[in-house]
T-cell receptor, first 112, second 114 residues
């Protein structure tokens, strides 16, 4: 089974950068790494994804280790609205269908 | 575009009953996946449908089943409900279910089994 490991919780101050780590040691060469986040009382929402190269979008940056066994989600300037559970998701591709294997996620707390 | 919708939003059932949950994907999305979320187990993948066919299935008992209609709407059914089935059931849709495709989640259906 595809497994990801994340810290249970992290705390940061508003307007500071946040680095959320994830280990995915069982990842194979064609598996993507996705990050989602879940705000209270909502379904998860997509944040970013990547395969090998570092990726940037308007929400965050994703830094992927050279051996692909770990990645880091970077929120460049955290706001109170970024307080959520962040999931690092190992998207395995088997049989043409793609199930998402979610870990327990990291509960990100933002202090004003 | 309207997002993923799920009905009902809340449901209370008793042990032994069965339940059917519905999911309407984003227009144009052909892949629908279902997940179960509980405090103890987190978010677990149930199954995924694409073009009315189940393409992948997680490790859940046969009491959990689903189907997809020609308009991509999907339903999941849980028979002989158990207390442990109490959970938030989430549906997600994506364009084609390829490895890099973003999934869009609905708000979920909160099922309580008494």
């Amino acid at each position: 089974d595809a497994k990801t490991t994340q810290p249970n919780s992290m705390e940061s101050n508003e307007e500071e950068p946040v680095h959320l780590p994830c280990n995915h040691s069982t990842i194979s060469g064609t598996d993507y790494i996705h990050w989602y986040r879940q705000l209270p009382s909502q379904g998860p929402e997509y944040v970013i994804h990547g395969l090998t190269s570092n990726v940037n979008n308007r929400m965050a940056s994703l830094a992927i280790a050279e051996d692909r066994k770990s990645s880091t989600l970077i929120l460049h300037r955290a706001t109170l609205r970024d307080a959520a559970v962040y999931y690092c998701v190992h998207l395995y591709s088997g049989g043409g269908a793609d199930g998402l294997t979610f870990g327990k996620g990291t509960h990100l707390i933002i202090q004003p | 575009k309207a997002g993923v919708t799920q009905t009902p939003r809340y449901l209370i059932k008793t042990r032994g009953q069965q339940v059917t949950l519905s999911c309407s994907p984003i227009s144009g999305h052909r892949s629908v996946s279902w997940y179960q979320q509980t405090p103890g187990q987190g978010l677990q993948f149930l199954f995924e449908y694409f073009s009315e066919t189940q393409r992948n299935k997680g490790n859940f008992p046969g009491r959990f089943s689903g189907r997809q209609f020609s308009n991509s709407r999907s339903e999941m059914n849980v028979s002989t409900l158990e207390l442990g089935d109490s959970a938030l059931y989430l549906c997600a849709s994506s364009l084609a279910g390829q490895v890099s495709t973003t999934q869009y989640f609905g708000p979920g259906t909160r099922l309580t089994v008494l």
